[in-house]
Nanobody, 129 residues
């Protein structure tokens, strides 16, 4: 079974940066077929929303609210997914989750991530003005 372990969340001031990490215990890719890796976030009272995503083939996707500030990447050797978050804003405050296993055709920032197979436990990001 595949397990995801997230880390890197915390409380920062607006304008500062954080890097979230998600260690994937086992690769979910087989036969060299690409799949989706993604970051979602959820705020109290709102539905989960996509933040950034990428296929293992290298295609990336970003929500309009974070484009230009956040960067999703991965280290295939360490089997770790990253979300570099720069110039953080108070509206970025949320619980952030990593997800893996969705097929490539469903990869993106739309939807709530129900197509994902594996999920991390979540890490809280709080940004103060």
């Amino acid at each position: 079974q595949v397990q995801l372990m997230e880390s890197g969340g915390g409380s920062v001031q607006a304008g500062e940066s954080l890097r979230l990490s998600c260690v994937v215990s086992r690769s979910t890719s087989t036969s060299g077929i690409p799949y989706c890796l993604a970051w979602f976030r959820q705020v109290l009272g709102k539905e989960r929303e996509g933040v950034a995503a990428m296929t293992t083939a290298g295609a990336t996707f970003y929500a309009g609210s974070v484009k230009g500030r956040f960067t999703v990447s991965r280290d295939s050797v360490k089997n770790t997914l990253y979300l570099q978050m720069n110039t953080l804003k108070p509206e970025d405050t949320a619980m952030y989750y990593c997800a893996a296993g969705a097929p490539v055709f469903q990869c993106g920032v739309g939807g709530n991530g129900n197509s994902a197979i594996y999920w991390g436990q979540g890490t809280q990001v709080t940004v103060s003005s």
